[in-house]
């Protein structure tokens, strides 16, 4: 158990998931973008801290382990892949790494970046509780030669904790066959 009463956390995120706004058009882009976000609410935004219960999303949706893909996500450190692309869409991927302090990921290809980005700022800002604070700490965009990253960073804690929780998004524009959105949540004391 960690210091920021990380059940309190996981039930504000998973009642305020019921505020995003169905505002997509129903296109491939789209339904792959609320795809992605679900599985982010239902795993890494549900349960960050606890591995064993996004064990049991990975059990309920049948997620094969250890994808081709698995060292590209990794990156050398000690962790858990699953691809979580549900039944031949674009590839998706939920990660776990261990090494340095849980981090709980979700990694996508081929979705709406820009609309996934709203609904994360929906997400995020939607919380509301006199015992939780959320501060965002990162938006911006940055170019890379022809792609656009889109970073956009939130800090969530119980008010009178030391250590809080970072959860962050980075998408890209326009997709050019990477990984086009990375969310992930891990362990982090707020900046002074």
Known sequence: MTATRPPVLAVLFLTCASAI???????????????????FRESCGAHFAFPAKIAEVVKK??????????????HGKRGQVWDAS?????????????????????HARNIDADLLQRRFRTLMEGI?????????????????????????????????????????????????GAWQASFIVAAARKAP
Not at 146 to 160: A, I, N, S
């Open 128 to 176: 509301q509780s006199p015992d939780i604070t959320v501060e965002k700490y990162d938006q911006r965009r940055v170019p890379q030669g022809d792609v656009t990253l889109e970073q956009t960073g939130y800090f969530m804690m119980q008010r009178e904790w030391p250590i809080g929780w970072s959860f962050s998004l980075t998408t890209s524009t326009p997709a050019n």
């Open 86 to 106: 549900a039944g031949g869409g674009s590839p998706v991927a939920l990660v776990l790494i261990e090494a340095g302090g849980l981090s709980c990921q979700v």
């Open 61 to 74: 949706y049948g997620f094969p382990a250890n994808p081709s893909y698995s060292a590209e996500l990794l």
């Open 21 to 39: 706004a169905q505002d997509q058009p129903p296109d491939a882009d789209a339904r792959q973008t609320s795809y992605v976000m679900q599985l």
